[in-house]
């Protein structure tokens, strides 16, 4: 597999982030990135696909339980709150620090950024303060996120029960996976790439998921093939939610 698949070189991977990027695709002062490639053309063949109406939730439970791959749990506090003749309601409170590997989130594209800059180069100390982001906050896709899930499922044509830190994802193999799955990647489509982290997590119950050394999931060969594909959202079960 090494030698029909060569392992890009740190340098290929960094000229990736120049070369394969969209920056300016959309226009300089574009927000949504990829999620332009969602039209009203493609939520409604997405929703052309609905056949049974089940909803499939991809949300793991609100994670307030301390544990070593959730070094900051969630709040989560309900009172009652009495009124007059018996009547009275319920009334809780919500705290979490989202980003990291223990809860499902979706990140913006003010998250991350490098010396070129945030996207489409803007500089992230101009456009980023205390009180929130100027600039690709996540309230530019305020009205929702509605395409085709292509869902891979890596663990299933491995014949494993979970990915491992020495066996990443590569591209190459998300093409074998879909051409297994007879499914085809089309521009606008969210990418769902399944890597069976809960069973990771119940074989290595003290092991801290997402430190620098157990960190399995996708290789950066995979970067090729997401904006190949055109793919608007990428969702993968082993770390957190980018697009």
Known sequence: MA????????????SYFRERRNWGRWGADDQVGAVNLITPTKRIQAASLVRSGRSVSLCREFPKTPAPNNPTPAQHFMRVNPRTNAAASAVDYYGIAYHGTASTHLDSLCHVWDEDGMWNGREPSEEISFDGAKWCAITNWSNGIITRGVLLDVPKFRGEPFVTQDKPIHGWELTEIAKAQGVQL???????????????DKANPSAIWGSSTTRPGLHASCLPFIRDSDASLLVWDMMDQRV
Do not use: M
């Open 3 to 14: 030698d029909e698949h060569p392992v890009p070189s740190k340098a290929e991977v960094q």
């Open 186 to 200: 089309e521009p606008g489509d969210a990418l769902i790439v399944y890597g069976g982290r809960e069973a990771w």
